[in-house]
Structure formats: C-alpha cells, structure tokens
C-alpha cells in the first residue's frame, strides 16, 4: 500500500462531530423544552432551563448561584448581580416574570434557605450540581426534543437570548455588557459576527 493510499484512509478526527461554536436555541427549541418540562412537572429542571437563557451566564456561574444572589425575601429580584468566575469581574442580568415564578416554585418545594446553594446536587460529595451534571441535563433537554445532543451544550444556552438580541438590535456594545466579555472583540467571536460587520456596527456605537 503506497502512503497515499495511507493517507486516504485515515479518518479525520473531526469526522462526524459538530466543531466550531455550538449554536444557540431557537425560539420554537426554547418553547419546546419549556413545554416538556412543565408537561413533566419538573420543577428545578424548569427553573435551571429557564434561568440558563435569562442570565446568559456560564455554567460555572449558574450552577454555583446561591438563594441570596436571586431572591429578596420570600421574592425572586427582577435583576440580579454576580461576579464571574473566569474574569472575577460583575455581570447582572434581568430575570424574567415566567423564570422568577418557575424559581420560586423550585425553592418552596426544595425547601431552600437563604444561605443555600440555589441548584444543590443530589450528589452527596458536591454541594451543588457541577458543570458536568448541567452539560448531561442540556444534552438531555435537547434530545428530547428530537435534537443531537452532540450538537448542543451549555454555551447554546448562554449563547441563545443574546442572539436574537444581536439579531433584531445589532446592539454589539449591549450583547458585550450582557455576557460579561471585557472586550468586545471577544463578543465579536462568541457571535461569531465577521469582522468588518463587526467594526462597521462598532463604528456606530460610542462607549
């Protein structure tokens, strides 16, 4: 066998796998696994979902969310504030009507306190669910619905309001506030926006 016989049989690494960005949800993908959960009654799984796309947050930072960072009182905050672990730098986000009451209804049936991780894990060797545990749910609420899970992950999640706010706004200076990116050229890659859109809308936009 000569070697590029060799060649032509190797198989490609990425062969069959999705590589690049993984794509946000679209908005009938959101209303579906929104459906199924509710269909299902399960409530913390509702809750995670629906805060996931609200906050726009990364995963670490979702999952390491305690009661005290959402909730005032017995009430759950139109807005929150959270210092990020990977650029140890404050992001807040909004938190919806229909995620504040999926929220609430998740601590009452927990019975979570203030000082209480805000999703705990049932594992009983970590306090709340770890970034592994919530990538196996996405890829779970994906399937679902009839889409690969190999496809989708948790930064579909993160990735899937600023989206569509990038899409109807072309706001990149908001999108940058909202993910918590210190520069906006790293904005201009999560989008993956190219780059003379880019610099023409950033032309138009004064900080």
Known sequence: ?????????????NSGKFVGQKPPLKPKEVWAI??????????RDLALFDLAIDSKLRGCDLV????SDVMQGIHVA???????????????????????????????????LTDHYLFPSRNRSSLHLSTRQYARIVK?????????PNDYGTHSLRRTKVSLIY??????RAIQLLLGHSKLESTVRYLGIEVDDALELSEHIEI
């Open 1 to 13: 066998m000569s070697y590029s016989d060799k060649e032509e049989k190797k198989v490609a690494w």
């Open 34 to 43: 929104r459906a199924r959960l509710q269909l299902a009654e399960n409530i």
């Open 64 to 67: 390491s969310l305690k009661i």
């Open 78 to 112: 139109s807005r929150a504030i959270v210092m990020q672990h990977k650029t140890q730098r404050p992001v807040q986000f909004e938190i919806t009507k229909e995620t504040r009451e999926a929220i609430e209804r998740w601590v009452n049936k927990a019975k979570l």
């Open 167 to 172: 899409r109807r706004t072309k706001n990149l």
């Open 140 to 148: 779970s609420w994906v399937k679902m619905i009839g889409l690969s």
